[in-house]
């Protein structure tokens, strides 16, 4: 790499300046909301520097294309409406600390690298990047035993998966002599799929799995999501979901893609047990955090259904989906953390009896975000789905996009139940005291708008995702 | 002669590490570890890497070893340390072990000595293993490296946060 080219690494120097930087101001601003606006701020100076990072360094090893940029929009979007609807919510779980607002940034750092990766030691280092900071933040609400314990079931379980794919990676290269994933693709198209190349497979596709949570490598999420501060959640949820897809289909549609044959029928049943899963353990829930849990383990189910399909229309589908995912469940997610005040939960499925009598505005959007995550329209939801399926479909996977509706039929019982709650049940007991802040507000605003702008008026949403990825 | 020497430093890690996992001692344990972090510099000094096998006594069998006796030492073991076994649910390690043994088994006929890149083993001997080193990772690998120091960096300001920190 010449120093002509750095113009492709600005984004990620200049994220790891600012972010420094961030996790430095905490020590003379005293306003934590402040330290928030500054992380907003240095997103907006990062993706000022995307547009002339187009290139590819280090010998293959950085990548920034169209694929990447895309995902590092879906991260940095990510990260604001996260910061938006975290301010006053740490307040309340009197956790407000600048730490909070530099590791996500540094997460987001991992997650850009790994969108960009070109080579599986970069993209291990992503990931490991990304990864410690959500450890940390898992357990950020230190005085609560059960933010404790989700951080350290986290930190056990991504230790574990960590080797996992260590181990698939030290194969990989034994068989190829590369961690280049360009390099293995052409390696890899000589070579016969033998034993130990698909159980090299087996090991990338399993520890990808324990990373965005397809059943059966899911068992950590529920208590991890459920533990984890109400906005980490969130950001979990949809930020490094979308990052541990943007290096599962870097490295299965490019790098192992030679073996397309053998991982299809694997990655096929993992996405079908994922929905059964996801979709059938969500019914039983009574706690609305750990429903919206189980439903993102049914979304990543879905999702997959991207890389199954493949080309440019399956990938773009999978993108779209995940962008569309982010604005429906941060504003799930924005309604939780709207009902949490000092002496009250607000996770329960019983507190929001009555609501639309007491909030109904409040209750109106979270009607909004549940159709949308059940996919009807003219909600968002409904056009991740339907592209989704129009993907599957055209790569002759007709029974898959079945299945996937039926399990989305499943799927409107246990988020229409909040519905019912919310608008056929009368207030119990006190009515719940919401705590709202300008900053959430606008968090909701964007995610409401968003997910109806995108169910009306898809077309530019799914041009831009077909254009970055042909 | 070097078929030997490898032979001997396997059977010693793979006892040694047998009875790190074995021992109910804790202390025990740390002290095998020492034992096998030092037979694995060796094996890293017959493949000509001198630079890692100093790396791994530095940093293992110096630094992070003590830590360990630190941290097993902070935390009072008294009652571990009449248990029958130190850690109990061995039947799935085993499985775990046993499946991972298999499939190293069964690979090993896939694996390669041919290589793709710009270093080849010629050319490290050549000019030596440390300074080869040493330019791959300021030269190609400069952007690892960097990425590892931050997440050196996340991990002290996490441990900070969860650890140091009063409560407001």
Known sequence: MNFTDIHTLMPEIVMAVLALAVLLSELVIRRKETVGLLAIVSVAVTAYFIPTSFGTVFNGMFISDGYSVFFKFIFFTCL????????????????????????????????????????????????????????VLTGFIRHEYRSNEASLKYFLLGAFSSAILLYGIMMIYAQTGTTDINTISSVLTEKKATVSLLLSVIFLLVAFSFKIALA?????????????????????????????????????????????????????????????????????????????????????????????????????????????????NIGAFSILILMRSEDFLGESLDDFKGLAKTHPLTAGLMLLFMFSLTGIPPTAGFIGKFYLFKAAVGAGYTWLAIVTVIFSAISAYFYLRVVIYMYMHEPEGEAVSLSGSPSLGLALLISALLVLFIGIYPSPFISFARIVTG | M???????????IIIFSLLVVLSKNAIHSVLYMLVMFFHVAGIYLLLQAEFLAAV?????????????????MLLNLREELSAEQLTDGWPASLAVVAGLLLTLMLSLGGFTTTFNGSWSPEKIKEITFTKALG????????????????ILLVAIVGAIVLAKRRLN
């Open chain 1, 80 to 135: 604001i409406l996260t910061v938006l609807i975290s301010s006053r919510y740490l307040e309340i779980e009197r956790s407000s600390h600048g730490e909070y607002y530099a590791l996500l940034m540094f997460a987001t750092l991992g997650m850009m690298l790994m969108a960009s990766a070109g080579d599986l030691i970069v993209l291990y280092l992503g990931l490991e990047l990304m990864a410690l900071s959500l450890y």
């Open chain 1, 216 to 328: 059966p490598f899911h068992m950590w999420t529920p208590d991890v999501y459920e533990g984890a501060p109400t906005s980490i959640t969130a950001f979990m949820s949809v930020g490094p979901k979308a990052a541990g897809f943007a290096v599962l289909g870097r490295v299965f549609l490019v790098g192992l893609y030679p073996l397309q044959i053998n991982w299809i029928p694997l990655l096929i049943g993992l996405s079908i047990l994922t929905m059964a899963v996801g979709n059938i353990l969500a019914i039983q829930q009574r706690s609305v955090k750990r429903m919206l849990a189980y439903s993102s383990i049914a979304h990543a189910g879905y999702a997959v259904i991207g890389i199954i399909a493949g080309g440019n229309e399956g990938v773009s589908a999978m993108m779209n989906y995940l962008l569309i995912y982010m604005f429906m």
């Open chain 2, 2 to 12: 070097l078929e030997f020497f490898f032979g001997y430093l396997s059977l010693v």
């Open chain 2, 56 to 72: 791994q006594i530095i940093v293992y069998a110096g630094a992070i070893l003590v830590l360990f006796l630190f941290a097993i």
């Open chain 2, 135 to 150: 330019q791959a990772l300021y030269t190609g690998y400069i952007l690892p490296f960097e990425v590892a120091s931050i």
